[in-house]
């Protein structure tokens, strides 16, 4: 089946650099609109020149995603201004490690805020648009930390295990509207929140890849531009690991 002939219409989260930004390069090669949301107004404006210098098309909007009323807005406003709202990618996230034993109240709800109750206010908000234009696409980014856990990362192991859970009930809620949902957990992808790890984290990860590499942000993006296209219609309520088999089993 071609794409619609007409311009989708793309919001991706967490837009300003790694991942985000690379799904954002994606689907704007794939012909979207992609509205970029961070918090970091300049280096959304720089994904989105380097999206027009390339002949993509892309605006920009800050938003902090631990704010649910401005989450809201945000996709209303994306709706009303365009008139209509094709594709989300819930992909905005942040980690906030420590072991169970030390971890504060505070480490673990900024991270539920963040990485978890923005996936359900935003996906909420989107599925009116969605409805009316008889067409949905979401993918919301999870984490293998979420399908086999991570020592450290209990409260992000959780959000993303969340997001699982959260996905698929979606999806069988949505499947009769032509709306898709599904997640893409990624394994570990070189970005500035991997940056930060010690060297021996680092080794760790990299002895349980079998394809024997980090992933990167465009090996993310290329998942995300297929889940999110036309032709995945018939993909709902999957978790796809793209993770260079660390999860398989
Ligand atoms: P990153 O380089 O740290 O980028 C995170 C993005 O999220 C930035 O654009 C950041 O922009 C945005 N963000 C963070 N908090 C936000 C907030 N409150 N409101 C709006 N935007 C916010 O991380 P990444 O590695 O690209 O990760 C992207 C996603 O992939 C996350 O959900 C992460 O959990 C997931 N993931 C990553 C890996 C990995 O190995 N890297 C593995 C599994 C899953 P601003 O700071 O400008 O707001």
Redesign the pocket.
């Known amino acids: 089946m071609a794409d619609d002939n007409s311009q989708r219409v793309a919001l991706v ?10 799904i954002g390069y994606a689907l704007a090669q794939a012909g979207r609109h992609v509205v970029l ?4 107004q300049d ?2 404006d720089q994904v989105k020149q380097q999206i027009e210098s390339t002949g993509g098309s892309a605006s920009v909007h ?6 649910g009323e401005a989450v809201t807005a945000l996709v209303e406003s994306v709706a009303g201004e365009h008139g209509r709202l094709d594709i989300l990618v ?6 906030r490690d420590n072991l169970l034993l030390r971890m504060t109240d505070d480490e673990f709800d900024a991270v539920m ?3 978890m109750r ?1 996936v359900f206010v935003a996906c909420r908000a989107v599925l009116r648009p969605m409805m009316r234009g008889k067409f949905g696409r979401i993918v919301n ?5 979420g399908l086999v856990g991570n020592a450290g990362q209990t409260n ?1 192991a959780a959000a ?1 295990a969340a997001i699982a859970g959260f996905t698929r009930s979606l999806a069988r809620e949505m499947a009769a509207k032509k709306i898709t949902a599904n997640v893409v ?11 930060v790890l010690p060297d021996k984290v680092k080794e760790l990860a990299k002895g349980a890849t079998p394809v024997g590499r ?2 990167l ?1 465009d090996d ?1 993006a290329a998942c995300v531009a297929f889940l999110s296209s036309d032709q995945a219609g018939y993909i709902t309520g999957q978790v796809v690991a793209v ?1 260079g088999g660390m999860t398989m089993c």
Do not use: H, W
């Open positions: 989260t967490g837009a300003s650099r790694g991942i985000g930004a690379a949301c961070a918090r970091d280096k959304l800050t938003c902090d995603v631990s704010d819930n992909n905005a996230g942040i980690t805020q963040t990485n923005s980014i999870g984490s293998v930390a992000y993303k957990a990624p394994g570990f992808i070189e970005t500035e929140m991997t940056d980090f992933g942000p993310i993770d």
